[in-house]
């Protein structure tokens, strides 16, 4: 079916009118709507009325010139270019070259005009006009989305970036509203940004935009019907660009479709009746939930580390529910054109992000080298005088000391080494578990002989003055964990127990097994910890204020915290000053299976 153009004869000949219509309505190649004015003012008038494509319009009228009524109807009238082939009876070539320079398309001696040089000219007029038309909105269209680019690419914050997106396109879509909608490794997805309600986490086989309309019309029964068939099938959704398999790590490049070219002569193209046109590899229902003429998606891929193949990240989408709305090409290539700047703008904040990531693990790494530092050079130099003071006073007067007083000094120097040696390691596993995150290796562990087997280790190196008591109530069976992050928690929290108790007395350990988890506490009678201090005490070189002359390096439960961390499991504190400390530490019987280590098996 040909398109109809609507066109104005403005002649004061009725004859000539007669002719013009009779060569125009023979035309093969357009179907015309004829309009008719035999006077410069009745033409002017239907112009204010009507919207023409073309007009006809000849250079004498009676009223005034052809050349007045053209200046007027670019005055009052036309914002553009005006589509009008001046007729005159005579071939003067001053008055073409005047009636072009004015802006009019063509101009045409009657006497010599025929059909097909009319038609020629109509059909050229039209074209051009189209043609001025479509660049006149290209330009338009790129000033809006590099205006709209210049907004969204301002901020260098990801949500901000996102939420001036969705509001800036709604604005140069003029459509209901507009959502990023973001891929994650699980193939399931949520809707980051919207410009008119908050967002929310959703699955791929959520709705988007429901309430209104054909989308909320559906119900969950509708949902719950679809069947295995669809899940077989791979989801198509919408048309308007050709079909691309889709999954959240592939790319989704856009091609247009060859069904929807362009109307013909070069007109304004033809409505797109729904979307981009996706599949899904892994056959969730993203067709019920994009699939609808309300929604216009593209994608947003993201460049690859110099891979050819884009990532894509998420999808732009623009929804109209509240009136008919035929998306048009315009419309499509305007929100690709968007994604593309969107896609640069958030592959530049998460380059930020990256950096400042990396920029806060230096400054940690710094502020804890500084912090070893510092405490090696205090916590080092005590135990190392102790060791050259016994290593000198065995060198200079070891014939003058009998066994046992050579023995002690010898023991001096062992467990001051010793308490280097264990600074240091204190030191490094600090550092692997802030900064490196160690892996998590759990094996099924009998609690009650691992806590006894490192009980008795303690109690050969405790003194006299310190009494370890092992309780134990309820099921201790079934558990997995990393013995050597369990054996961490252990010596770590036993050892400021026995440490912060300088007077002695009795160090508790009571081992209490539930059906789900395992929980135990080690209990002291010692120093305690002043209120002011326990918020900071979990975090690395932090101490309590009331330590005096205790050695330490304030460790110990920085260490525990992120050893039972990493167990999922949780440790408490209690402590009141002179009356002792209790520390409880509640960790999961069973580990998800994705975290079994393979010895286990």
């Given at each position: 079916?040909?398109?109809?153009?609507?066109?104005?004869?403005?002649?004061?000949?009725?004859?000539?009118?007669?002719?013009?219509?009779?060569?125009?309505?023979?035309?093969?190649?357009?179907?015309?709507?004829?309009?008719?004015?035999?006077?410069?003012?009745?033409?002017?008038?239907?112009?204010?009325?009507?919207?023409?494509?073309?007009?006809?319009?000849?250079?004498?009228?009676?009223?005034?010139?052809?050349?007045?009524?053209?200046?007027?109807?670019?005055?009052?009238?036309?914002?553009?270019?005006?589509?009008v082939i001046m007729l005159t009876g005579r071939g003067d070539e001053e008055i073409a070259v005047q009636v072009m320079k004015r802006g009019?398309?063509?101009?045409?001696?009657?006497?010599?005009?025929?059909?097909?040089?009319?038609?020629?000219?109509?059909?050229?007029?039209?074209?051009?006009?189209?043609?001025?038309?479509?660049?006149?909105?290209?330009?338009?269209?790129?000033?809006?989305?590099?205006?709209?680019?210049?907004?969204?690419?301002?901020?260098?914050?990801?949500?901000?970036?996102?939420?001036?997106?969705?509001?800036?396109?709604?604005?140069?879509?003029?459509?209901?509203?507009?959502?990023?909608?973001?891929?994650?490794?699980?193939?399931?997805?949520?809707?980051?940004?919207?410009?008119?309600?908050?967002?929310?986490?959703?699955?791929?086989?959520?709705?988007?935009?429901?309430?209104?309309?054909?989308?909320?019309?559906?119900?969950?029964?509708?949902?719950?019907?679809?069947?295995?068939?669809?899940?077989?099938?791979r989801e198509e959704v919408a048309v308007g660009f050709s079909p691309v398999p889709l999954c959240p790590s592939a790319p989704l490049p856009?091609?247009?479709?060859?069904?929807?070219?362009?109307?013909?002569?070069?007109?304004?193209?033809?409505?797109?009746?729904?979307?981009?046109?996706?599949?899904?590899?892994?056959?969730?229902?993203?067709?019920?939930?994009?699939?609808?003429?309300?929604?216009?998606?593209?994608?947003?891929?993201?460049?690859?580390?110099?891979?050819?193949?884009?990532?894509?990240?998420?999808?732009?989408?623009?929804?109209?529910?509240?009136?008919?709305?035929?998306?048009?090409?315009?419309?499509?290539?305007?929100?690709?054109?968007?994604?593309?700047?969107?896609?640069i703008a958030i592959q530049q904040a998460e380059l930020l992000a990256q950096t400042q990531a990396a920029l806060a693990k230096e400054k940690?790494?710094?502020?804890?080298?500084?912090?070893?530092?510092?405490?090696?050079?205090?916590?080092?130099?005590?135990?190392?005088?102790?060791?050259?003071?016994?290593?000198?006073?065995?060198?200079?007067?070891?014939?003058?000391?009998?066994?046992?007083?050579?023995?002690?000094?010898?023991?001096?120097?062992?467990?001051?080494?010793?308490?280097?040696?264990?600074?240091?390691?204190?030191?490094?596993?600090?550092?692997?578990?802030?900064?490196?995150?160690?892996?998590?290796?759990?094996?099924?562990?009998?609690?009650?002989?691992?806590?006894?087997?490192?009980?008795?280790?303690?109690?050969?190196?405790?003194?006299?003055?310190?009494?370890?008591?092992?309780?134990?109530?309820?099921?201790?069976?079934?558990?997995?964990?990393?013995?050597?992050?369990?054996?961490?928690?252990?010596?770590?929290?036993?050892?400021?127990?026995?440490?912060?108790?300088?007077?002695?007395?009795?160090?508790?350990?009571?081992?209490?097994?539930?059906?789900?988890?395992?929980?135990?506490?080690?209990?002291?009678?010692?120093?305690?910890?002043?209120?002011?201090?326990?918020?900071?005490?979990?975090?690395?070189?932090?101490?309590?204020?009331?330590?005096?002359?205790?050695?330490?390096?304030?460790?110990?439960?920085?260490?525990?915290?992120?050893?039972?961390?990493?167990?999922?499991?949780?440790?408490?504190?209690?402590?009141?000053?002179?009356?002792?400390?209790?520390?409880?530490?509640?960790?999961?019987?069973?580990?998800?299976?994705?975290?079994?280590?393979?010895?286990?098996?």
């Amino acid at each position: 079916m040909l398109d109809t153009w609507t066109l104005l004869i403005i002649d004061d000949c009725a004859a000539d009118r007669k002719i013009y219509r009779r060569y125009l309505l023979k035309d093969p190649h357009q179907s015309y709507q004829i309009l008719e004015a035999d006077c410069a003012e009745e033409g002017l008038a239907l112009c204010q009325k009507v919207r023409c494509d073309v007009i006809l319009l000849d250079f004498c009228l009676p009223d005034m010139s052809g050349l007045e009524l053209f200046d007027r109807m670019q005055q009052e009238i036309f914002k553009t270019s005006i589509p009008v082939i001046m007729l005159t009876g005579r071939g003067d070539e001053e008055i073409a070259v005047q009636v072009m320079k004015r802006g009019a398309l063509d101009y045409l001696v009657k006497h010599n005009l025929t059909q097909d040089v009319l038609q020629l000219a109509v059909r050229n007029a039209i074209k051009q006009s189209c043609l001025q038309a479509q660049l006149l909105k290209t330009q338009e269209r790129q000033r809006l989305i590099a205006t709209t680019a210049l907004r969204i690419r301002q901020s260098l914050n990801l949500e901000q970036i996102l939420n001036t997106a969705v509001a800036e396109v709604q604005q140069l879509l003029k459509c209901d509203r507009v959502m990023v909608y973001q891929f994650a490794p699980d193939t399931d997805g949520k809707i980051v940004a919207s410009s008119v309600e908050s967002y929310r986490t959703v699955a791929l086989c959520d709705r988007v935009g429901t309430g209104t309309g054909e989308q909320g019309s559906r119900g969950a029964g509708e949902q719950g019907s679809r069947g295995a068939e669809e899940q077989r099938s791979r989801e198509e959704v919408a048309v308007g660009f050709s079909p691309v398999p889709l999954c959240p790590s592939a790319p989704l490049p856009l091609v247009p479709n060859p069904h929807y070219p362009l109307s013909p002569e070069g007109g304004i193209p033809s409505p797109i009746p729904y979307i981009y046109e996706l599949g899904l590899c892994n056959c969730v229902s993203l067709k019920e939930q994009f699939n609808t003429k309300a929604n216009l998606v593209v994608p947003i891929n993201l460049s690859n580390n110099g891979n050819p193949t884009p990532k894509l990240w998420g999808l732009l989408i623009a929804h109209h529910n509240s009136g008919e709305r035929h998306w048009q090409t315009d419309d499509a290539e305007m929100l690709n054109e968007v994604s593309v700047q969107l896609a640069i703008a958030i592959q530049q904040a998460e380059l930020l992000a990256q950096t400042q990531a990396a920029l806060a693990k230096e400054k940690q790494l710094n502020v804890f080298k500084s912090q070893i530092i510092t405490t090696v050079s205090h916590e080092y130099r005590t135990p190392l005088t102790s060791i050259l003071a016994a290593a000198s006073t065995l060198v200079k007067h070891s014939q003058q000391l009998d066994e046992s007083k050579q023995h002690r000094f010898l023991g001096i120097i062992e467990q001051k080494a010793r308490y280097m040696s264990k600074l240091v390691d204190n030191m490094l596993l600090v550092n692997q578990l802030e900064l490196e995150k160690p892996k998590f290796q759990p094996i099924s562990v009998d609690l009650l002989q691992f806590f006894s087997d490192l009980l008795e280790q303690e109690r050969e190196t405790v003194g006299d003055r310190h009494e370890l008591i092992f309780k134990i109530t309820g099921n201790h069976h079934d558990f997995w964990g990393d013995r050597g992050l369990l054996q961490q928690i252990f010596i770590n929290l036993m050892s400021n127990a026995i440490k912060y108790s300088p007077e002695g007395g009795s160090v508790e350990f009571h081992l209490i097994g539930k059906e789900s988890e395992a929980i135990f506490y080690i209990k002291d009678c010692g120093i305690g910890i002043p209120m002011a201090d326990r918020e900071n005490l979990f975090q690395s070189f932090s101490r309590g204020s009331n330590v005096d002359t205790i050695p330490g390096t304030g460790l110990g439960l920085a260490i525990a915290k992120a050893c039972v961390e990493l167990h999922s499991g949780n440790i408490t504190l209690s402590s009141e000053v002179g009356q002792g400390t209790k520390v409880t530490v509640s960790l999961p019987k069973i580990c998800p299976t994705g975290q079994l280590s393979p010895s286990s098996t």
